[in-house]
Protein backbone atom coordinates (compact mmCIF):
# COMPACT_ATOMS: atom_id res chain seq x y z
CA UNK A 1 0.00 0.00 0.00
CA UNK A 2 1.43 3.57 -1.15
CA UNK A 3 1.35 6.11 1.85
CA UNK A 4 0.98 9.91 0.63
CA UNK A 5 2.59 11.31 3.90
CA UNK A 6 6.09 12.25 2.21
CA UNK A 7 3.90 13.89 -0.75
CA UNK A 8 1.86 15.75 2.06
CA UNK A 9 4.92 16.58 4.07
CA UNK A 10 6.62 18.21 1.19
CA UNK A 11 3.81 20.03 0.54
CA UNK A 12 3.23 21.30 3.60
CA UNK A 13 6.71 22.15 3.79
CA UNK A 14 6.14 24.35 0.49
CA UNK A 15 3.09 26.12 2.01
CA UNK A 16 5.21 27.02 5.60
CA UNK A 17 8.26 28.28 3.72
CA UNK A 18 5.81 30.30 1.19
CA UNK A 19 4.12 31.60 4.17
CA UNK A 20 6.92 32.81 6.08
CA UNK A 21 8.25 34.59 3.67
CA UNK A 22 4.93 35.99 2.69
CA UNK A 23 4.67 37.03 7.04
CA UNK A 24 8.07 38.56 6.55
CA UNK A 25 8.03 42.18 7.58
CA UNK A 26 8.18 44.47 4.02
CA UNK A 27 10.70 47.69 4.27
CA UNK A 28 8.17 50.60 4.06
CA UNK A 29 8.57 52.50 0.22
CA UNK A 30 10.83 55.52 1.09
CA UNK A 31 11.08 59.06 -0.40
CA UNK A 32 12.42 60.19 -4.03
CA UNK A 33 16.49 60.34 -2.84
CA UNK A 34 17.16 62.87 -5.17
CA UNK A 35 14.83 65.40 -4.29
CA UNK A 36 15.79 65.23 -0.82
CA UNK A 37 19.54 65.59 -1.18
CA UNK A 38 18.94 68.42 -3.23
CA UNK A 39 16.68 69.88 -0.72
CA UNK A 40 19.82 69.27 2.42
CA UNK A 41 22.10 71.27 -0.33
CA UNK A 42 19.59 73.99 -0.26
CA UNK A 43 19.39 74.14 3.23
CA UNK A 44 22.80 73.71 3.85
CA UNK A 45 23.52 76.47 1.58
CA UNK A 46 21.34 78.62 3.88
CA UNK A 47 23.08 77.92 6.59
CA UNK A 48 26.62 78.49 4.79
CA UNK A 49 25.06 81.74 3.58
CA UNK A 50 24.56 82.44 6.97
CA UNK A 51 20.91 83.12 6.48
CA UNK A 52 19.96 81.12 9.13
CA UNK A 53 22.13 79.22 11.59
CA UNK A 54 20.12 76.10 11.14
CA UNK A 55 16.67 74.04 10.76
CA UNK A 56 15.20 70.83 10.93
CA UNK A 57 13.04 69.53 7.78
CA UNK A 58 10.08 66.70 8.16
CA UNK A 59 9.10 65.26 4.57
CA UNK A 60 6.03 62.53 4.97
CA UNK A 61 3.64 60.80 3.18
CA UNK A 62 1.21 58.24 3.73
CA UNK A 63 2.73 54.70 3.59
CA UNK A 64 6.35 55.51 2.80
CA UNK A 65 8.76 56.09 5.60
CA UNK A 66 9.23 59.67 6.66
CA UNK A 67 12.31 61.88 6.30
CA UNK A 68 13.74 64.04 8.90
CA UNK A 69 16.91 65.91 9.41
CA UNK A 70 18.42 68.56 11.52
CA UNK A 71 20.59 71.13 9.75
CA UNK A 72 23.33 73.30 11.37
CA UNK A 73 23.17 74.89 14.79
CA UNK A 74 20.70 75.84 17.25
CA UNK A 75 22.11 79.00 18.35
CA UNK A 76 24.98 81.17 17.56
CA UNK A 77 25.07 83.22 20.55
CA UNK A 78 26.46 83.36 23.50
CA UNK A 79 27.78 80.26 22.04
CA UNK A 80 27.35 77.62 19.58
CA UNK A 81 25.18 74.77 20.21
CA UNK A 82 24.42 72.01 17.61
CA UNK A 83 21.50 71.74 16.12
CA UNK A 84 19.03 68.24 16.77
CA UNK A 85 15.39 67.38 15.66
CA UNK A 86 13.95 67.59 19.18
CA UNK A 87 14.57 71.60 18.91
CA UNK A 88 11.68 73.75 20.16
CA UNK A 89 11.22 76.42 17.66
CA UNK A 90 9.16 79.98 17.83
CA UNK A 91 6.67 78.69 15.37
CA UNK A 92 5.05 82.66 14.67
CA UNK A 93 2.46 83.37 12.82
CA UNK A 94 1.59 78.72 12.13
CA UNK A 95 -0.29 79.87 15.61
CA UNK A 96 -3.13 81.01 13.52
CA UNK A 97 -3.80 78.05 11.63
CA UNK A 98 -2.24 75.49 13.91
CA UNK A 99 -3.83 76.54 17.09
CA UNK A 100 -6.43 79.62 16.86
CA UNK A 101 -8.48 78.09 14.19
CA UNK A 102 -8.38 74.39 14.97
CA UNK A 103 -9.80 76.11 18.30
CA UNK A 104 -12.68 78.03 16.65
CA UNK A 105 -13.49 74.75 14.75
CA UNK A 106 -13.70 73.14 18.11
CA UNK A 107 -16.11 75.68 19.77
CA UNK A 108 -18.14 75.55 16.55
CA UNK A 109 -18.68 71.93 16.98
CA UNK A 110 -19.83 72.45 20.70
CA UNK A 111 -22.16 75.44 19.82
CA UNK A 112 -20.03 78.11 21.44
CA UNK A 113 -19.28 79.86 18.44
CA UNK A 114 -20.69 80.85 14.78
CA UNK A 115 -18.43 82.21 12.21
CA UNK A 116 -20.93 83.46 10.28
CA UNK A 117 -22.00 86.02 13.26
CA UNK A 118 -21.07 89.27 13.74
CA UNK A 119 -17.68 90.38 15.65
CA UNK A 120 -19.44 92.47 18.04
CA UNK A 121 -21.71 89.47 19.53
CA UNK A 122 -18.76 87.85 21.15
CA UNK A 123 -16.81 91.70 21.60
CA UNK A 124 -19.67 93.89 21.85
CA UNK A 125 -17.59 97.23 23.00
CA UNK A 126 -15.29 96.60 19.85
CA UNK A 127 -15.43 99.64 18.25
CA UNK A 128 -18.53 101.22 16.84
CA UNK A 129 -20.45 100.75 13.32
CA UNK A 130 -17.56 100.65 11.29
CA UNK A 131 -17.04 97.71 13.00
CA UNK A 132 -21.01 96.20 12.94
CA UNK A 133 -20.46 94.34 9.43
CA UNK A 134 -16.97 92.25 10.54
CA UNK A 135 -18.20 88.59 11.07
CA UNK A 136 -15.94 85.73 12.56
CA UNK A 137 -15.51 83.93 9.04
CA UNK A 138 -13.68 87.49 7.70
CA UNK A 139 -11.51 87.52 10.51
CA UNK A 140 -10.96 83.85 9.52
CA UNK A 141 -10.04 84.46 6.15
CA UNK A 142 -8.13 87.98 6.29
CA UNK A 143 -11.12 89.50 4.65
CA UNK A 144 -12.19 91.69 7.69
CA UNK A 145 -11.14 95.15 6.18
CA UNK A 146 -8.77 95.95 9.58
CA UNK A 147 -4.98 96.57 9.03
CA UNK A 148 -2.01 94.35 8.93
CA UNK A 149 -0.78 95.70 12.61
CA UNK A 150 -1.73 97.32 15.79
CA UNK A 151 -0.35 100.66 15.34
CA UNK A 152 2.93 100.87 14.82
CA UNK A 153 3.31 97.21 14.95
CA UNK A 154 2.29 97.26 18.90
CA UNK A 155 4.84 99.93 19.57
CA UNK A 156 4.59 101.95 23.22
CA UNK A 157 4.15 101.43 26.26
CA UNK A 158 1.23 99.50 26.63
CA UNK A 159 1.19 95.50 28.36
CA UNK A 160 -1.42 93.34 28.73
CA UNK A 161 -4.62 91.63 27.20
CA UNK A 162 -6.51 94.31 28.35
CA UNK A 163 -4.73 96.90 26.39
CA UNK A 164 -4.35 94.62 23.14
CA UNK A 165 -8.07 94.44 23.09
CA UNK A 166 -8.33 98.46 23.19
CA UNK A 167 -5.79 99.17 20.57
CA UNK A 168 -7.22 96.34 18.13
CA UNK A 169 -10.55 97.68 18.64
CA UNK A 170 -9.87 100.99 18.07
CA UNK A 171 -8.55 100.47 15.00
CA UNK A 172 -9.77 102.50 11.67
CA UNK A 173 -10.57 99.67 8.81
CA UNK A 174 -8.61 99.63 5.65
CA UNK A 175 -11.51 98.43 3.31
CA UNK A 176 -14.90 97.24 3.32
CA UNK A 177 -15.20 93.94 5.23
CA UNK A 178 -15.59 91.10 2.55
CA UNK A 179 -14.50 93.51 0.18
CA UNK A 180 -10.37 92.22 0.08
CA UNK A 181 -7.71 90.20 1.52
CA UNK A 182 -5.45 91.49 3.86
CA UNK A 183 -3.32 89.76 5.84
CA UNK A 184 -3.88 90.61 9.08
CA UNK A 185 -1.99 90.07 12.94
CA UNK A 186 -5.18 91.58 14.18
CA UNK A 187 -7.68 89.41 12.88
CA UNK A 188 -6.41 86.75 14.70
CA UNK A 189 -5.60 88.98 18.09
CA UNK A 190 -8.86 89.46 18.34
CA UNK A 191 -10.04 85.69 17.25
CA UNK A 192 -7.72 84.42 20.43
CA UNK A 193 -9.61 87.10 22.80
CA UNK A 194 -13.21 85.40 21.61
CA UNK A 195 -12.07 81.62 21.80
CA UNK A 196 -10.79 82.20 25.56
CA UNK A 197 -13.80 84.21 26.01
CA UNK A 198 -15.92 81.43 24.80
CA UNK A 199 -13.80 78.09 26.12
CA UNK A 200 -14.21 79.78 29.77
CA UNK A 201 -10.41 79.38 30.15
CA UNK A 202 -7.31 81.08 29.31
CA UNK A 203 -5.86 80.47 25.65
CA UNK A 204 -2.53 78.76 26.53
CA UNK A 205 -4.67 76.13 28.82
CA UNK A 206 -7.76 75.83 26.63
CA UNK A 207 -5.22 74.84 23.97
CA UNK A 208 -3.57 72.65 26.14
CA UNK A 209 -6.33 70.39 27.17
CA UNK A 210 -8.24 70.36 23.81
CA UNK A 211 -5.38 70.15 21.04
CA UNK A 212 -1.67 69.50 22.31
CA UNK A 213 -2.77 66.76 24.90
CA UNK A 214 -5.45 64.44 22.70
CA UNK A 215 -2.51 64.33 20.23
CA UNK A 216 0.21 63.83 21.99
CA UNK A 217 1.91 67.39 20.96
CA UNK A 218 4.08 66.85 24.17
CA UNK A 219 7.00 69.50 22.91
CA UNK A 220 4.14 72.16 21.97
CA UNK A 221 2.08 75.00 24.17
CA UNK A 222 2.47 78.93 24.84
CA UNK A 223 5.25 80.19 27.53
CA UNK A 224 7.50 76.99 26.84
CA UNK A 225 10.03 77.96 29.70
CA UNK A 226 7.12 76.43 32.43
CA UNK A 227 7.36 73.33 30.52
CA UNK A 228 10.82 73.27 28.67
CA UNK A 229 14.90 73.56 29.83
CA UNK A 230 16.13 76.28 27.92
CA UNK A 231 18.56 74.22 26.63
CA UNK A 232 16.30 72.88 23.82
CA UNK A 233 14.45 75.95 23.02
CA UNK A 234 16.11 77.96 19.74
CA UNK A 235 16.89 81.58 20.67
CA UNK A 236 15.17 84.36 18.41
CA UNK A 237 16.81 87.94 18.14
CA UNK A 238 18.96 89.81 20.53
CA UNK A 239 16.89 93.28 21.59
CA UNK A 240 18.42 96.09 21.02
CA UNK A 241 19.01 96.90 24.87
CA UNK A 242 21.13 92.76 24.79
CA UNK A 243 18.27 90.84 25.94
CA UNK A 244 18.31 87.67 24.25
CA UNK A 245 15.10 86.32 23.38
CA UNK A 246 14.90 82.35 23.98
CA UNK A 247 11.46 80.48 25.04
CA UNK A 248 9.87 84.43 25.03
CA UNK A 249 8.16 84.99 21.71
CA UNK A 250 9.30 86.81 19.11
CA UNK A 251 6.42 88.54 17.92
CA UNK A 252 6.22 92.22 20.18
CA UNK A 253 2.46 92.28 20.36
CA UNK A 254 2.38 88.77 21.65
CA UNK A 255 5.31 89.60 23.81
CA UNK A 256 3.54 92.06 25.36
CA UNK A 257 0.49 90.35 25.86
CA UNK A 258 2.37 88.13 27.43
CA UNK A 259 3.57 85.84 25.31
CA UNK A 260 -0.18 84.36 24.77
CA UNK A 261 -1.86 85.65 21.53
CA UNK A 262 -4.27 84.08 18.87
CA UNK A 263 -1.42 85.15 16.30
CA UNK A 264 1.98 84.50 17.74
CA UNK A 265 3.04 83.00 20.77
CA UNK A 266 3.23 78.94 19.36
CA UNK A 267 6.29 76.83 20.04
CA UNK A 268 6.63 73.61 18.69
CA UNK A 269 8.59 70.95 17.14
CA UNK A 270 8.53 69.47 13.87
CA UNK A 271 7.77 65.49 15.18
CA UNK A 272 4.53 67.17 16.79
CA UNK A 273 3.84 69.31 13.41
CA UNK A 274 3.78 65.79 11.95
CA UNK A 275 1.23 64.72 14.36
CA UNK A 276 -1.27 67.48 13.60
CA UNK A 277 -0.57 67.53 10.47
CA UNK A 278 -1.20 63.67 9.98
CA UNK A 279 -4.60 64.11 12.00
CA UNK A 280 -5.86 67.11 9.38
CA UNK A 281 -5.35 64.35 6.58
CA UNK A 282 -7.03 61.84 8.72
CA UNK A 283 -10.20 63.90 8.32
CA UNK A 284 -9.78 64.56 11.59
CA UNK A 285 -8.72 61.70 13.45
CA UNK A 286 -5.80 60.51 15.40
CA UNK A 287 -3.38 58.36 15.27
CA UNK A 288 -4.90 56.22 18.02
CA UNK A 289 -8.32 56.54 16.02
CA UNK A 290 -10.11 59.01 17.84
CA UNK A 291 -11.58 61.85 16.61
CA UNK A 292 -10.34 65.19 17.33
CA UNK A 293 -12.23 67.55 14.66
CA UNK A 294 -15.63 66.62 12.62
CA UNK A 295 -15.06 66.13 8.72
CA UNK A 296 -16.92 69.20 8.36
CA UNK A 297 -14.62 71.62 10.76
CA UNK A 298 -11.62 69.75 8.60
CA UNK A 299 -13.27 70.79 5.60
CA UNK A 300 -13.72 74.65 6.43
CA UNK A 301 -10.09 74.52 7.37
CA UNK A 302 -8.86 72.97 4.07
CA UNK A 303 -10.92 74.49 1.47
CA UNK A 304 -11.46 77.76 0.00
CA UNK A 305 -13.97 79.77 2.05
CA UNK A 306 -13.06 83.72 1.14
CA UNK A 307 -15.82 85.71 -0.22
CA UNK A 308 -16.64 84.00 -3.85
CA UNK A 309 -15.10 87.43 -5.63
CA UNK A 310 -11.93 87.32 -4.47
CA UNK A 311 -9.36 85.70 -6.72
CA UNK A 312 -7.30 84.93 -3.12
CA UNK A 313 -8.07 81.68 -2.03
CA UNK A 314 -8.58 81.08 1.54
CA UNK A 315 -9.59 78.50 4.30
CA UNK A 316 -10.84 79.36 7.63
CA UNK A 317 -7.23 79.91 8.79
CA UNK A 318 -5.10 77.91 5.75
CA UNK A 319 -3.32 79.69 2.87
CA UNK A 320 -4.50 77.67 -0.65
CA UNK A 321 -3.65 80.58 -3.32
CA UNK A 322 -2.69 84.08 -2.69
CA UNK A 323 0.70 85.68 -2.73
CA UNK A 324 2.21 84.16 0.21
CA UNK A 325 1.89 80.71 -1.22
CA UNK A 326 5.65 79.94 -2.35
CA UNK A 327 5.79 77.36 -0.22
CA UNK A 328 3.36 75.51 -2.02
CA UNK A 329 6.21 75.46 -5.00
CA UNK A 330 5.19 74.56 -8.53
CA UNK A 331 3.72 70.78 -7.79
CA UNK A 332 1.73 70.59 -4.62
CA UNK A 333 -1.71 71.28 -6.25
CA UNK A 334 -3.03 75.22 -6.11
CA UNK A 335 -6.35 75.99 -4.50
CA UNK A 336 -6.30 71.97 -3.04
CA UNK A 337 -2.70 71.72 -0.95
CA UNK A 338 -2.57 74.58 1.82
CA UNK A 339 -0.43 75.49 4.49
CA UNK A 340 1.04 78.65 5.90
CA UNK A 341 4.16 79.90 7.52
CA UNK A 342 5.28 81.57 10.23
CA UNK A 343 8.34 85.16 10.53
CA UNK A 344 10.88 83.41 12.11
CA UNK A 345 11.65 80.69 9.54
CA UNK A 346 8.85 78.62 9.54
CA UNK A 347 6.51 76.38 7.01
CA UNK A 348 3.95 73.75 7.24
CA UNK A 349 2.66 72.81 3.79
CA UNK A 350 -0.07 70.00 3.43
CA UNK A 351 -1.73 67.85 0.05
CA UNK A 352 -4.86 65.77 0.73
CA UNK A 353 -4.50 64.35 -2.48
CA UNK A 354 -0.89 62.51 -1.94
CA UNK A 355 -1.83 62.31 1.67
CA UNK A 356 1.63 64.20 2.42
CA UNK A 357 2.98 67.49 4.10
CA UNK A 358 6.46 68.70 4.95
CA UNK A 359 7.20 70.66 8.13
CA UNK A 360 10.28 73.37 7.95
CA UNK A 361 11.22 75.28 11.06
CA UNK A 362 14.16 77.69 11.82
CA UNK A 363 15.46 80.64 13.19
CA UNK A 364 16.01 83.03 10.36
CA UNK A 365 15.77 86.01 12.94
CA UNK A 366 18.88 84.57 15.65
CA UNK A 367 20.92 86.45 16.53
CA UNK A 368 19.15 89.29 14.29
CA UNK A 369 18.22 91.43 12.51
CA UNK A 370 15.95 89.04 10.26
CA UNK A 371 17.58 87.42 7.14
CA UNK A 372 15.93 87.13 4.01
CA UNK A 373 15.20 83.42 3.11
CA UNK A 374 11.84 83.72 1.17
CA UNK A 375 13.08 83.31 -2.08
CA UNK A 376 14.26 79.64 -1.12
CA UNK A 377 10.56 78.40 -0.13
CA UNK A 378 9.39 77.89 -3.70
CA UNK A 379 12.37 75.83 -5.01
CA UNK A 380 11.70 73.67 -1.10
CA UNK A 381 8.34 73.11 -2.07
CA UNK A 382 9.03 72.05 -5.60
CA UNK A 383 11.59 69.63 -4.10
CA UNK A 384 9.31 68.37 -1.12
CA UNK A 385 6.64 67.82 -3.72
CA UNK A 386 9.29 65.76 -5.23
CA UNK A 387 9.87 63.86 -2.47
CA UNK A 388 6.73 62.14 -2.36
CA UNK A 389 6.20 61.48 -5.45
CA UNK A 390 4.29 64.53 -7.55
CA UNK A 391 5.77 65.09 -11.13
CA UNK A 392 7.65 61.81 -11.50
CA UNK A 393 7.99 61.06 -15.36
Known amino acids: MRHPRPALALLALSAAL ?48 PYHRAYGQRALQPTPEAQSEDTVFDAASLTKPVVTATLVQMLRERGRLDIEAPLQRYLPDCGGADKAGITLRQLLTHTSGLPATLKGNGAGEWRGIAAAREQACALPLQGTPGGQFRYS ?53 REPNGHLLRGEVHDPTARKMGGVSGNAGLFTTTADLARFARMLLAGGVTEDGRRLLSPESVKLLSTPQQPEALKELRSLGWDLDTPYSSPRGTLFPAGVSFGHTGFTGCILWLDPQSRSFYVFLSN ?3 PGPPTVILPAYRPLGTLMARAVGLGAD
Open 18 to 65: LTGCALQPQPAPVLAPAPLAEADALIGGLVDQKLLPGAVLWVEREGRA
Open 185 to 237: DVNYILLGLIVAQQAGQPLEQFADEALFRPLGMKDSGYLPLRRLPLARIAPTE
Open 364 to 366: RVH
